[in-house]
């Protein structure tokens, strides 16, 4: 028989974050720090809305780029949030999740050889979607020492003919690193030098502890060069309703549009109804999920430093990226051994990059008292390898 299987995506790897957690579902007295999913239901406002939606038989077909109110929703959010304006009739498309967002982005905008930056550590599908576009993936591996920002030398290094896109993923996802409007300039200004495009990928918007969110969209002359993705599943704890959007000029918009009609027709209907309930007045709820998750990053930074474990410190989403570098193991050594003899998951740094090699992502989107006990099962881990040495 002829191979029926496509050699472009059979070479492209799994994701390394379901791995881990498949190894977790089959574990009943695990405790997964791996899955980066917040910990809380969905605020009532928000499910009421989803259900009295169903309930008035709300069950029909939006238009594709999304419900006109939610759009108008969005709008006023971004112009609020980021300072920002979005025509919601030609410059927002309401997607399934963010991820939907990066593939149109992608789909839409690349032709075969253009090339994508992509900083690493980063959330997982940029890669792989920048390929699946024909695009090619340029990786600019972040460091440590610059508390994983991307700097405008890094970002130049990087350029050649080719490049047409920048990925700019923060607040970043596994690192928790965030960009700040003096770190942005800089990046800014490369961008327009070489006459680049960025996609901000902004769903952890809401999710900042010491300064607060600044898009790159908001600076001089940079809003029709991004795209901005964003969603509810984080912010909202809105995972399972798998609902984004993405806003850019309204030429990117209409292209991103055609592949998102013929892929998807339109996102969940009763999503699109509840979202808009959380937008309008939910704000409080977001507020006290973002103290919680706070409130959990300064814990685990407190224990890291009682165990003398390496970690800088990070002031986005909800994740920290401890350094592993002094066991001399491989990240992905150290955490099936944690897992295995502590019962503790967390994911390896090379799930998100090669540079990710000597970290490991801890979760906090979880309950104190779980983090408390997997910090107790770590810190017998790492008493155990220094013991050995």
Known sequence: MREPL????????????????DMVSEMPDAISLGVGEPDFDTPWRIREEGIYSLERGRTFYTSNAGLKELKEEISKYL??????????????IVTVGGSEGIDIAFRAML??????????PCYVSYLPCAVLANGVPVVIPLKQENEFKLTAEELEAAITPKTKLLVLPFPNNPTGAIMTKEDLEPIAEVVKKHDLYVLSDEIYSELTYKYDHVSIASLPEMRDRTLVINGFSKAFAMTGWRLGYICGQKKIAEQMLKIHQFAIMCAPTNSQYAAIEGLRNCEDEVQEMRSAYNQRRRFLLHEFKKMKLDCFEPFGAFYVFPCIKEFGMTSEEFATRLLDEE???????????????????VSYAYSLDDLREAINRLGRFV???????
């Not at 496509?6 to 799994?14: A, D, L, T, W, Y």
């Not at 609020?80 to 009739?89: C, E, F, L």
């Not at 019962?343 to 992502?361: I, Q, S």
């Open 111 to 120: 032709d075969p050889g253009d090339e994508v930056l992509i900083p690493q």
């Open 343 to 361: 019962k503790v998951a967390a994911v390896p740094g090379t799930a998100f990059g090669a540079c990710g090699e000597g970290f490991l992502r």
């Open 383 to 389: 008493e155990r390898l220094r013991a050995q040495r």
């Open 79 to 92: 112009q609020r949030k980021i300072q920002v304006s979005y025509d919601p009739a030609s410059e927002i």
């Open 6 to 21: 496509s050699k472009k995506i059979v070479e492209i790897e799994p994701s390394g974050i379901r791995k881990f957690f």
